[in-house]
C-alpha cells in the first residue's frame, strides 16, 4: 500500500488582507512520502503523485505553512557502465542469447540488513537500465533491505545455487530455466533476484532452491526483507510493468522480477 500522507490545514481564519501563501511562489517539493529531492537519472520523479493540499487561501496570523523536514534518505546516484565478456567471467560464453555489449553494470545503494547504507551492483539489459535504477531509488527510499548485491561471477562457476544460499541478489547470469527448457530470462539480462535465500523458489513437486532455504518456506514469516504479496516492495517493481514469481501458482519464485 502506498500511503499518501495528508498535512493538516491549518487553522483558517477569517482574516482578509494578510494573505500569507505560496500561492505565488513555485511550489516547493511535495512532501509526500515518495518524492522529496531530484534524483538524477531516474524516471520516478515523474510517477510521484502529490496529494498535497492546497495551500489555504484564507488568511492566516501564522507564518506560512511550516512543512515537516523530509526524513526519507536520498540514495547516492546510480553509475552506469559498459561490460566486458572478460569482467562477466563464468556468468556469460559464447552462445548466450545477449552478448556484453547490451549489458551495463549498475552501481546502487542499497539499505543493508544492518540498516546501512551499501553500494552494490548488478548487471542488467541495456534496455532496463532507467528502471532498474528508479525501482532501487524506491526500495531505498522504503528501507527495503537487501543483505548484499554483487555480480554472481564472484561465485564458483558463477553457480546460481551458491548466490542464493549467500542471499545474494543478482541479475544477469547465463543460465536455463530450473526446468531445463529454454533460456531464464536472466540469461538475457531481464530479471532480478531478491534475498533469494528468505525468498525462494519452490517448483511444481516442492523442490525448493536455494536448498537452505527451508525455515523460509514459512511464508507467514515476516523477516525483513521477505517479500509478499501486497508489499511496497513488490509493488516498487510490479507497477513499472514487472512480474514477481510470487504471483505464480507454479513455480513459486518469490525472489524473483522480470521484465520482458
Ligand atoms: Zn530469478
Redesign the pocket.
Known amino acids: 500500500m502506498r500511503v499518501f500522507r495528508r498535512f493538516a490545514t491549518p487553522v483558517a481564519l477569517i482574516f482578509v488582507g494578510a494573505f500569507l501563501t505560496q500561492c505565488g511562489a513555485p511550489s516547493p517539493p511535495a512532501p509526500t512520502t515518495t518524492s522529496t529531492t531530484t534524483v538524477p537519472t531516474t524516471t520516478t520523479s515523474t510517477r510521484t503523485t502529490s496529494t498535497r493540499t492546497t495551500p489555504p487561501t484564507t488568511a492566516s496570523t501564522a507564518k506560512p505553512t511550516t512543512r515537516p523536514t523530509p526524513t526519507t534518505p536520498t540514495p547516492a546516484a546510480a553509475t552506469v557502465r559498459p561490460v566486458t565478456a572478460a569482467e562477466l567471467g563464468a556468468s556469460w560464453r559464447p552462445g548466450c542469447p545477449v552478448g556484453p555489449e547490451l549489458l551495463r553494470r549498475v552501481s546502487l545503494d542499497h539499505v543493508g540488513f544492518d540498516g546501512q547504507t551499501h553500494r552494490g551492483e548488478l548487471i542488467v539489459h541495456q534496455d532496463l537500465v532507467a528502471d532498474v535504477i528508479a525501482v532501487f531509488e524506491q526500495l531505498y527510499r522504503l528501507r527495503y533491505p537487501i543483505e548484499k548485491m554483487r555480480t554472481v561471477e564472484h561465485y564458483p562457476d558463477a553457480l546460481d545455487e551458491l548466490s542464493m544460499e549467500d542471499n545474494n541478489t543478482s541479475a544477469f547470469n547465463c543460465r536455463p530455466l530450473p526446468s531445463g527448457r529454454g533460456w531464464?530470462?536472466?540469461a538475457y539480462g531481464r530479471?532480478?533476484?531478491i534475498n533469494?535465500l528468505i525468498n525462494p523458489?519452490i517448483d511444481s513437486r516442492g523442490n525448493i532452491e536455494p536448498k537452505n532455504a527451508g525455515p523460509f518456506l514459512d511464508r507467514a514469516r515476516t523477516d525483513p526483507g521477505m517479500l509478499h504479496a501486497g508489499d511496497p516492495a513488490v509493488l516498487a517493481f510490479t507497477d513499472r510493468g514487472w512480474r514477481w514469481?510470487g504471483d505464480w501458482r507454479t513455480p513459486k519464485?518469490y525472489?524473483?522480477?522480470?521484465r520482458r
Do not use: C
Open positions: 531464464s530470462l536472466h530479471a532480478i533476484d533469494p523458489y514469481g519464485d525472489q524473483h522480477f522480470e
